[in-house]
């Protein structure tokens, strides 16, 4: 079985200030990791994705994603923020299809952080 | 532009009363997902298709029911609402060849009256 864990149910920050979010996960196996971002009263989109390879993933906004085997986690930094950047961040999981198991293709979700940015 | 298309946005039904929730898909996407959101909480899978394979999680109650005529639709039927119920739900698809990236609709958010 799989689980996520966000450490921080809120973050709040000021605009231009740096972030972190950050996210830890346990599973038996190899994992797919990602980070989703949800606006007020919307789905969720996909902000980047770790599949292999480079440890370090970046967003077309900014955002970057570092993950740690060793430490089993997948912390999301930006190092200036937004107001734009306020909504709720979900860290998730899943199987490669390598890995077999029933639960390839489905993800497991962490509990979300809520960034909010003030001026 | 290619997308994932929840109707409607926000729907309002009365306790015990039937409701079906819409998905429909222009991404030619063979899986598909329904998710229940409450309000603070992480989505949690209700079931999923596999082309017309359905897999229903263990613990989604019997009251939700899905259909899946063809590719781009599939519906959720929710047959006696309880108060419980009243949540975000969110379709989402994912083409078997990719690396397990899931594209979200913008949800349909349940009122149970």
């Known amino acids: 079985a799989q689980s996520v864990t966000q450490l921080d149910s809120q973050v709040p920050v000021f605009e231009e200030a740096p972030v972190e979010l950050r996210c830890n996960y346990s599973?038996?196996?190899?994992?797919?990791l990602f980070w989703y971002v949800q606006y007020p009263n919307q789905g969720l989109q996909l902000l980047l994705k770790?599949?292999?390879?480079?440890?370090l993933v970046e967003s077309i906004n900014g955002f970057e994603a570092e993950f740690n085997k060793s430490q089993t986690s997948f912390h999301l930094r930006k190092p200036s923020v937004h107001i734009s950047d306020t909504a709720e961040y979900f860290c998730?999981?899943?199987?490669?299809?390598?890995?077999?198991?029933?639960?390839?293709?489905?993800?497991?979700f962490g509990q979300g952080t809520i960034l909010t940015v003030h001026p | 532009d290619a997308m994932v298309i929840q109707n409607p946005r926000y729907q309002v039904t009365q306790f015990g009363k039937p409701v079906t929730l819409s998905c429909s898909q222009t991404?030619?996407?063979?899986?598909m997902y329904w998710y229940q959101q409450k309000s603070s909480q992480a989505p949690k899978l209700l079931f999923h298709?596999?082309?017309?394979?359905?897999?229903n999680e263990a613990d989604t109650p019997d009251n939700f029911q899905s259909r899946r005529p063809n590719t781009s639709f599939c519906f959720l039927d929710i047959r006696s609402p309880g108060l419980g119920d009243a949540a975000m739900y969110l379709c989402?698809?994912?083409?078997?060849?990719?690396?397990?990236?899931?594209?979200f609709g913008p949800g349909t958010r349940l009122t149970v009256l």
């Open positions: 991404l030619n996407h063979n899986v």
């Open positions: 998730a999981v899943t199987r490669p299809p390598y890995a077999g198991g029933t639960s390839y293709g489905k993800l497991t």
């Open positions: 298709y596999y082309d017309k394979d359905f897999n």
């Open positions: 989402a698809t994912r083409t078997s060849g990719s690396p397990n990236e899931q594209f």
């Open positions: 770790y599949l292999s390879g480079s440890t």
């Open positions: 599973s038996s196996v190899s994992v797919y």
